[in-house]
């Protein structure tokens, strides 16, 4: 039972254990129902991105659950929200020849905001990328609608809501990898593939 109610979440598994592949193979129930909910939500967010958006969508996806994970005080969807949201109204403002930098609400939202502006700043140093900008302020909009529908969606997770489906979909996408590199992939229907 303690097998079956933490692995992947508080044990850290080994790719080639026997339970978890069989886990894998054959989802509970529930797991799967859990897993189409959230397939449910995340199409109308992503149906329309071209491949570079996505690919943008995923590491500011990353970078807010790896922030959230070890931010003091820990931000909820409200901060996710407002740190995509006025992210997105400086790139917007930018874009029509004014410089003006959004201001947060709070300090939690004022972090994430730094974390994603330091993501894009990496992004343009490993080479530069047309449109960016653009880009990354539709994406940041969609990330903000997200984290405003996501408690209307999955009430049971409260004021973090968004987070939590963000690290069931970044623990889904590490568990395909890990089953990819050891040639143990179920057929998952359903399922977010994260291109590579």
């Known amino acids: 039972m303690c097998c079956a109610t933490k692995r992947q979440v508080e044990i850290s598994c080994p790719p080639d254990c026997p339970y978890l592949s069989s886990a894998r193979a054959h989802p509970a129930a529930a797991v799967q ?10 199409l109308p967010l992503i149906r329309d991105l071209r491949d570079t958006q996505y690919r943008l969508l995923l590491a500011f996806q990353a970078t807010i659950l790896k922030h959230a994970r070890s931010a003091l005080p820990s931000p909820n969807d409200q901060d996710v929200r407002d740190a995509a949201g006025t992210l997105a109204s400086t790139l917007e403002t930018a874009r029509k020849g004014i410089i003006y930098e959004h201001q ?17 700043g990496q992004i343009e140093r490993e080479g530069p990328v047309k ?8 994406v940041l909009r969609r990330i903000e609608q997200g984290a405003r529908e996501a408690a209307a969606a999955f009430a049971e997770d409260g004021d973090r809501a968004y987070l939590a489906l963000l690290g069931r979909m ?8 890990a089953a990819h590199a050891t040639g143990d992939h179920p057929n998952r229907p359903g399922g977010l593939v994260i291109p590579g």
């Open 104 to 120: 947060t609400a709070s300090l939690p939202a004022q972090r994430i905001a730094g974390e994603l502006r330091a993501l894009m």
């Open 170 to 177: 970044m623990a889904d996408a590490a568990a395909d990898g």
């Open 131 to 138: 449109g960016l900008e653009r880009d990354a302020a539709a």
């Open 33 to 42: 129902r859990r897993r189409e909910r959230d397939v449910r939500f995340l």
